[in-house]
């Protein structure tokens, strides 16, 4: 028989394996948090509402007062949390409807900039669902994230959260053409990151990811003369190979000597070449006879990149490539810069971290990055070199995005916005 002692031990295994059946797991969340999510499960309908309003307002970057009108209806909503807002201009010869500001003051935890845009590529498709997809234009790119970032802000509103924080919000009205320069339309974007700690950018999510990283773009000119005569003369002393070849040794050496660099593409997307030729931007034409050396050749591509470092780098290798002649023949290549890069850092992967955290104790399970190499150009390249950043925290399931037929899973709205609005709260503690 057990001893007393033992039978004493073992009634207390009992009474405490009992007690602990009977108490639950303490909830990672806190009561603020909790309180967080119940508001957004609560308000969900409301959001969805606001996102049909705003996606059936037309805003193609070109129509200026459509981009106004989805910027004053998410100035009103801001304005109704107690934020300031205020609506950047363009230069009117620049054609851009201008950004929307909506900033609250504060001195505790990070100073966050929140950031999405409101005009679109095409003109809109109106707003419909189907089962748990949202069709119309701009429902994924990007109305759909920048209700997140208003339904996040009410929540941490109504919790009290947001007194003595210092929020940013700025919604550009020319993400999908920036206006030009860049100077001068992405300034104020700059200007607002020198005054905030890190940035949260709202493109659509792709599954359980977030983008620490997005390619810039940048575009190149090639053009090649040569001497022209009869054909028959083509490689001869004194006459040479041609513009045509010549443009082909050099294509071709871009492909062998840069083909196989990670996250490096360069595409030549037009090529006219011929006895004279005539080109403009995306279009041109071209002349020539059977029996006449090709005097010319015109090339334009773009060029996709990780960082300036990558991007110097192949504009040398290009650049000697091209400095190598062909007998007979000349060429020079111009570079012309578009959307800078968005460089995988440090700061970026620690907000990932904190971003998966909250997203597991949400009970969502984690969150990871998503190759850079799958992500193009984006507004928050601008600042990515002044604050860390992360991207890509939008609205789930974006298809069809700049085409007909686009849309996205509603169903992801609910939960997305329960991850921002907490990750914003324990930043800004």
Known sequence: MPSFLMKKALITLLVLTSFALAVPAQSPLNADEKAIADYIDKHNPEALTFLEKVVNIESPTEDLLGVRNVGTAFGDEFKSLGMTV??????????????????????????ILLLGHIDTVLRGEKYRVEGNKAYGTGVGDMKGGDVIILQA??????????????????????????????????????????????????????????????????????????KTGHSSAIFREGMGDGAIFEASRILNEFREKLGNEKYLTFNPSLILGGTTVDQADTSGSATGKLNVIPAKVVVT?????????????????????VAKNLPGTTAT????????????????????????????????????ALDPGERGAGDIAYISGIIPGLDGLGIGGNVNSHAKGESAQIDTLLPDTKRIALLIYRLTR
């Open 301 to 321: 591509g773009d060029l996709r990149f990780i960082s300036d470092a990558q991007k110097e780098a192949t504009r040398k290798t290009m650049t000697d490539i």
């Open 86 to 111: 205020k609506w950047i201009d363009m230069p009117p010869e620049m054609k851009r409807a201008g950004h929307l500001v909506a900033e609250l003051p504060g001195t505790k935890g990070k100073r």
């Open 333 to 368: 290549i111009t570079f012309k810069d578009g959307t800078p890069a968005m460089t995988p850092a440090d700061g970026n992967y620690d907000l990932m971290k904190q971003l998966d955290q909250v997203s597991r104790d949400l009970g969502q399970g984690p969150i990871t």
């Open 153 to 226: 802000l009410k929540a941490l509103k109504a919790s009290g959260a947001l007194k003595d924080r210092q929020i940013i919000v700025m919604l550009t009205g020319d993400e999908e053409a920036t206006g030009l320069p860049d100077t001068i339309s992405r300034g104020p974007m700059r200007d607002l990151a020198k005054r905030s700690d890190l940035a949260l950018s709202f493109e659509s999510s792709v599954l359980n990811t977030a983008t620490v990283g997005r390619r810039g773009f940048s575009n190149w000119t090639l053009e090649v003369t040569a």
